[in-house]
């Protein structure tokens, strides 16, 4: 499967505990980013990679939040001292250089719930 | 007020029929449409993308932009109950940028 994977699929964890998710993009696509989805609501944006440099950060990023794309290929999401309103699901997309078309490539997210 | 609307439905139609989905911007800045299919649990699917004002036909998808009254639609002709699903537009300011969505629409397609 060449597609945008994601780990783990589901997460359910206790309030106050850190949680960790990781996203494989597509092999050699350079752009990866990071959404955040609501029940009933469409994506939105958390923060963005070009190779291992965080190029955007949303304000929805709070100091609990953190991403990582140490060598520019994985990236990972860390969440400390998790919050009931940190339940969501977490989207992550990459996108290739230089495509002619700016598609992004969705992975089947990470649902986490904080109890 | 958000950046990008779309009425969240659910909108449903008998099966064969054309579904008419939209989207209102307010950012003029905004250049690059998408229209993204997502079922239950799962992430979005790209269907459609546009640049500019005009339209672009996909088999069964037509895209239309229409920049001067920041209004973007999806139609589907022939609607299969596997159609059924949410959609959701998203724009963004230049390419490889962050992705604007709307709050999408579920559409339910009945045998």
């Known amino acids: 499967d060449t597609g945008v994977s994601q780990d783990p699929r589901h997460k359910i964890t206790k309030r106050g505990q850190n949680v960790t998710f990781r996203c494989d993009p597509i092999s050699e696509h350079n752009r990866l980013y990071w959404y955040r989805q609501t029940l009933g609501q469409g994506p939105e944006f958390l923060t963005y990679f070009q190779n291992e440099a965080q190029l955007e950060k949303s304000r929805l990023l709070s100091d609990r939040f953190s991403a990582e794309r140490p060598k520019g290929s994985f990236s990972t999401l860390e969440i400390q001292r998790t919050e009931q309103g940190d339940s969501a699901m977490y989207l992550c997309?990459?996108?290739?250089?230089?495509?002619?078309?700016?598609?992004?490539?969705f992975g089947p997210g990470t649902r986490l719930t904080v109890l | 007020q958000k950046e990008v609307e779309q009425d969240p439905g659910p909108l449903s139609v008998p099966e064969g029929a054309i579904v008419s989905l939209n989207c209102t911007y307010s950012n003029s800045a905004f250049q690059y449409f998408m229209w993204y299919r997502q079922y239950s649990r799962k992430g979005p699917e790209l269907l459609m993308y546009?640049?500019?004002?005009g339209n672009k036909e996909d088999g069964r998808f037509t895209a239309q932009v229409d920049k001067s009254s920041k209004y973007i639609s999806l139609f589907i002709r022939d609607s299969q109950p596997s159609d059924s699903a949410t959609y959701l537009c998203?724009?963004?300011?230049?390419?490889?940028?962050?992705?604007?969505f709307g709050g999408g629409t579920r559409v339910l397609v009945k045998p």
């Open positions: 998203a724009m963004n300011r230049a390419a490889g940028n962050k992705l604007t």
């Open positions: 546009t640049y500019s004002s």
């Open positions: 997309a990459s996108r290739g250089q230089g495509v002619s078309t700016d598609t992004q490539y």
